[in-house]
């Protein structure tokens, strides 16, 4: 499996620099990223037994993005080197079901090519260098044709996005700048009305390492212009389910209205999830602010509250999509909110709160954006979660009793620089 992966993802880095040698230029850019961590344990907390409180990590990214285009051909290959240490990693591999965010290392153990290499790792360390993108393409005035390592994202979602189900992000996730890639051939067609028709077939491996319809995905989006806004329709076939979704947005007195409905038959049953959100700018205390309300129904989600091992283990369609990364939410109805201030033209202050509706758990994020520079940026951020023993912020159910699984107020910053 390794050596056919490598022999064809080799030929797809020499496709790439006979265009890069034959364009007039090539394309190249990057940046290195700095972040820190740290994550209050609370004292009943199981994860007090790893013996992290807090829970500090430090991190670092190189991402160096090489393109080239020659006439309608174009090429891609985006590298990256990432080095982490500390307690949140060590603590992810100890419980591997929790969602510990950046603290997990991309793989590619599923992936058509095996494109990530293991330099060194540790119990609390790992660095590993891998091709987020690696792809080659033709394009026209029309159509668009591309095959290898790259990202889509689809859906209607300001904060929670069920039709985004190609490595979508945490909705709590703060650098949203690159989402991981996937192995996939991908078209797209242009009308002359404007619409426009997008195809995909990501293509994965199985446990055993063969390439099977039972793990890959199979789709295709129309998204078409109305009189008052705009629509989209989609069909899939994803890791054997059948989707279907339809959504949109439109104008309506000054605000803008998205959302989008997805219906899932997992050949057992039909599970229906929805996004709706609202969203609004307007000028206070001479200053600008936009803000946003969202509403998302999770169909596999669980809605009395008990996320205990019992529990998850009664819901398998729901444990497996978490596993693959596909959802972050254990209930079944939230609400979200989000408002962003900008107090100088390069200071952005931005407040968000998740509130799960099902248990009354809820997590408030604060953050702000500052350019420092014209090539750096400082993120800072503040986590404070809150609900009670056993909800999905508060701590969920391990199993053993007064010893949630449970993680407190975490603070976070990020600097950038980019070439």
């Known amino acids: 499996m390794i050596n056919r992966s490598f022999y064809i993802s080799g030929l797809l880095v020499l496709c790439g620099l006979t265009f890069a040698g034959r364009a007039a230029a090539v394309e190249t850019r990057g940046h290195v990223k700095l972040q820190a961590t740290s994550v209050d344990i609370p004292a009943d907390s199981l994860l007090q037994d790893a013996g992290a409180d807090p829970a500090n990590d430090g ?40 969602d510990f965010g950046a603290a997990a290392i991309p793989q590619d153990d599923t992936r058509l090519f095996d494109l990530t290499r293991v330099i060194s790792e540790g119990d609390d360390r790992a660095t590993v260098h891998r091709l987020d993108r690696l792809y080659v393409g033709h394009s026209s005035a029309k159509a668009v044709l591309k095959f290898g390592r790259q990202a889509v994202s689809w859906g209607n979602g300001l904060i929670y996005n069920p039709v985004d189900f190609f490595n979508p992000f945490d909705p709590a996730a703060l650098d949203t700048e690159y989402k991981t890639g996937d192995d996939m051939l991908y078209g797209q067609y242009l009308f002359d009305s404007g619409d426009d028709l997008q195809a995909l077939w990501v293509i994965r491996r199985d446990a055993d390492g063969g390439v099977t319809r039972d793990v890959a995905s199979f789709a295709a989006k129309y998204h078409g212009f109305a009189s008052a806004g705009e629509y989209d329709l989609l069909l899939a076939e994803h890791y054997g389910d059948r989707v279907a979704a339809i959504g949109g947005a439109v104008d309506a007195a000054g605000a803008v209205w998205h959302g ?139 199993g053993i009793p007064g010893r949630p699984l449970a993680t407190g107020n975490s603070l976070f910053a990020e600097l950038a620089w980019y070439f």
């Open 59 to 98: 991190n670092l990214e190189l991402r160096i993005n090489l393109g080239g285009r020659d006439g309608g051909w174009q090429w891609q290959a985006d590298y990256q080197l990432i080095a982490r240490q500390g307690d949140r990693l060590e603590l992810q591999r100890q419980f591997p079901a929790l």
């Open 260 to 398: 989008d409905f997805m219906l899932t038959d997992t050949g057992d049953e039909n599970v229906a999830s929805a996004v709706l959100n609202w969203s609004y700018s307007w000028v206070a205390w001479n200053r600008n602010m936009s803000g946003a309300i969202e509403y998302y129904h999770n169909g596999f989600g669980i809605d009395d509250g008990d996320y205990g091992p019992v529990a998850l283990a009664a819901n398998p369609q729901l444990v497996e999509r978490i596993r693959r990364g596909e959802l972050f939410t254990l209930a079944k109805h939230y609400l979200a909110a989000t408002a962003t201030l900008e107090m100088t033209p390069l200071w952005l202050l931005t407040a968000t709160l998740f509130d799960n509706l099902d248990d009354h758990s809820r997590l408030l994020q604060v953050y702000a954006r500052h350019d420092l520079t014209q090539d750096s940026k400082l993120l800072l951020a503040i986590n404070l979660p809150a609900g009670s023993d056993g909800s999905e912020f508060g701590g969920i159910d391990s």
